[in-house]
């Protein structure tokens, strides 16, 4: 049973608790059409919201700049990332500013005509700090520490310490109870001055910001304050908390309670004497390399929208699978500046990382965007960026590095040959991982099929396919322009398999083929061409329209990681939670593994069954598997 004011009343609103601040725009527009006298409400109401978006973007620009792992990697201070269960469970980390936004209209309805609001006045600054120190700060202790009774922390604080990595939002990940105190703690500087006749709308605004500001510091879990600063100046570290300070109290939960200021821990005696030789260390260490990743996925920017999937950005809309909402319309302009940018200056950057059976797995980024691989201007530019991504993993001591999507492009780099021919004695393991994209659209194939039509026949992937299935003794008509390409895949293949090796050149040809194999983007009008009941398996990107409503689609060749995974937060391009893409997973399995072969160039059909059979054995499974048995 759940203890009383443990839960939001807004809960079961879920996104619609947001009209809730529907009575205050309504209450500033109709202030606005009466008389002088209801101008006061009007402004109240429209400030109201204004803090409330500001403390929204405070969280928000803090978990960016946390999560920004190419500036954060080596301050951080939990080192273990944070899961869909802990971004889940912050969803509703706002909640606090709707509750504090209703607490505040309340104080000024009841207390309008005492308070008057300049824009300035120095006294209220005095005074705020004054009552905020000698009220909030040792109030907030006295508290905090009674939540750590057994009772309290059970039944309440318990919430806030669940997030197993702190960031800034689980400073708002708490329970109602808490927040309607901590909304008393934050009240009493602001009311307090305010009846003093010091109060200002700069002083408000001040202090709020500055207060959200502060927690956000605290559980941003990478640190920022220098020791040079508390070197300088000792006393300093009595007065300001460091996040190193206050992760220390939420690992080990019986030291470090003040709010922002330790001196109240000092006096309290539950000082934590680990607080400043860790933070120190950290504080050091923060110039040097941190952890080398066993491997390493190297990916980039599909288009404009999808850069805006990135986790460090927008954190509960890169937790699910991508696809365009309306509310990234109004930063596309802001996407277009950053895209030239990145062309101009930006290097490789790490954006993600996760844990594998002790194995640190992350994922690089190179800073262009799809259309750029197809211009040819820009091609040198971009190997260079590869060829340096791959040099420095390289020298980092990293085992394997795999290539994503357009980064191992034939037309571009011979699918990675180029970089293993240049540097012939390089110690990282090149993978293009086509080897397990194909082994996944492979066995998604019905044993019993006697025939498919394969379009893309002629590429990297649609050749093995072809090579594979033939040996199957399966027919495979595929379709291509150019004999000389079909025969030479034709001569590949042994002797007495040979002939289930077929070349067309229309689609009419496969109009009595039910499996349809999509290596080349189709239009609605050809895929007219398949019969009903047809299956489109597809290796295509971007994936085909699903046309026909009696046929079935096929998803892009991906592989769910193994349940034992640990700290993924985000999803890749338009995945399921958990699911990563194939040449994705076949960089794992070749790390895991330990092979210290390059897997570049052409696939070799002969390595299918063996890189399916390994993938088999640490735990990955084919999404297509994972449907069929749900």
């Not at 605004?205 to 220098?226: K, P």
């Not at 020791?227 to 190193?244: D, M, N, R, S, V």
């Not at 290539?403 to 034939?410: I, M, P, R, S």
């Not at 040979?498 to 689609?507: A, F, P, S, W």
């Amino acid at each position: 049973m759940e203890s009383s004011l443990s839960t939001w009343p807004w809960d079961y609103l879920g996104s619609f608790k947001y009209l809730l601040y529907g009575p205050f725009i309504a209450k500033w527009f109709y202030s606005r059409s009466q008389e002088e006298n209801n101008l006061k409400e009007a402004t109240w109401c429209l400030h109201i919201l204004i803090i409330c978006l500001l403390r929204c973007t405070i969280h928000s620009v803090w978990n960016t700049f946390s999560n920004m792992l190419f500036l954060t990697r080596n301050r951080r201070i939990i080192k273990e990332g944070v899961d869909f269960k802990q971004v889940d469970n912050e969803w509703d980390w706002d909640n606090f500013i709707l509750l504090q936004a209703m607490i505040g209209s309340l104080g000024f309805y009841m207390l309008q005509d005492q308070i008057n609001l300049p824009l300035w006045d120095f006294r209220g600054f005095l005074a705020i700090i004054i009552l905020h120190i000698t009220i909030s700060e040792p109030l907030y202790y006295f508290l905090h520490k009674c939540f750590h009774g057994n009772y309290l922390f059970n039944n309440y604080h318990s919430l806030h310490h669940s997030s197993p990595v702190p960031q800034p939002f689980t400073a708002g990940h708490a329970t109602f109870f808490e927040h309607i105190i901590l909304g008393g703690i934050i009240g009493i500087p602001i009311l307090g001055s305010c009846l003093l006749g010091y109060g200002s709308l700069t002083m408000i605004y001040g202090y709020v910001l500055i207060f959200d500001w502060l927690r956000c510091l605290g559980h941003c879990n990478f640190e920022i304050i220098s020791h040079q600063l508390f070197e300088a100046i000792p006393f300093l570290k009595y007065l300001i908390y460091t996040p190193t300070y206050h992760s220390l109290h939420h690992t080990e939960k019986e030291t470090n309670y003040c709010l922002f200021m330790p001196i109240f821990d000092v006096l309290g005696d539950t000082l934590n004497p680990k607080s400043w030789e860790m933070h120190t260390k950290l504080s050091i260490e923060s110039g040097k390399n941190g952890r080398v990743p066993d491997f390493v996925f190297l990916a980039h920017v599909v288009d404009m929208t999808s850069a805006m999937h990135a986790p460090f950005l927008f954190r509960s809309f890169a937790s699910t699978p991508f696809c365009t909402r309306l509310f990234l319309l109004p930063f596309l302009p802001l996407v277009f500046v950053f895209m030239f940018v990145m062309w101009a200056y930006s290097k490789v950057f790490l954006a993600t990382f996760y844990n594998l059976r002790g194995r640190l797995h992350q994922t690089w980024v190179v800073p262009r965007f799809g259309f750029q691989y197809f211009l040819p201007f820009a091609a040198e530019g971009i190997n260079n960026q590869i060829e340096q991504a791959i040099l420095r993993a390289d020298k980092l001591g990293v085992k394997v590095i795999s290539l994503a999507a357009l980064n191992k492009n034939e037309a571009l780099n011979g699918g990675g040959t180029l970089f293993v021919n240049k540097h012939p004695n390089l110690k990282v393991r090149v993978v293009h991982g086509n080897t397990l994209t194909a082994a996944v659209i492979l066995k998604e194939i019905p044993e019993n099929v006697s025939e498919v039509f394969l379009t893309g026949a002629t590429s990297k992937l649609g050749r093995v396919i072809a090579l594979y299935l033939c040996r199957r003794q399966v027919r495979v008509l595929m379709l291509t322009m150019s004999t000389e390409r079909f025969q030479k895949i034709q001569k590949e293949a042994p002797v007495e398999y040979q002939k289930y090796l077929v070349q067309i050149t229309k689609y009419q040809a496969a109009k009595n083929c039910k499996a349809w194999i999509v290596g080349k983007w189709i239009t609605p009008r050809e895929q007219s061409y398949a019969p009903k009941g047809t299956h489109f398996h597809q290796f295509v990107v971007p994936p085909i329209l699903a046309f026909r409503r009696d046929c079935t689609y096929g998803d892009l060749a991906a592989m769910r990681l193994p349940e034992d995974v640990q700290g993924v937060s985000s999803c890749e391009y338009t995945m399921e939670r958990g699911v990563v893409h194939a040449c994705h997973a076949g960089g794992v399995v070749h790390s895991l593994e330990g092979w210290t072969h390059h897997e570049v160039g052409a696939i070799d059909v002969n390595r299918i069954d063996l890189v399916w059979d390994a993938a088999m054995k640490h735990g990955l499974k084919p999404v297509s598997f994972l449907k069929k048995t749900d």
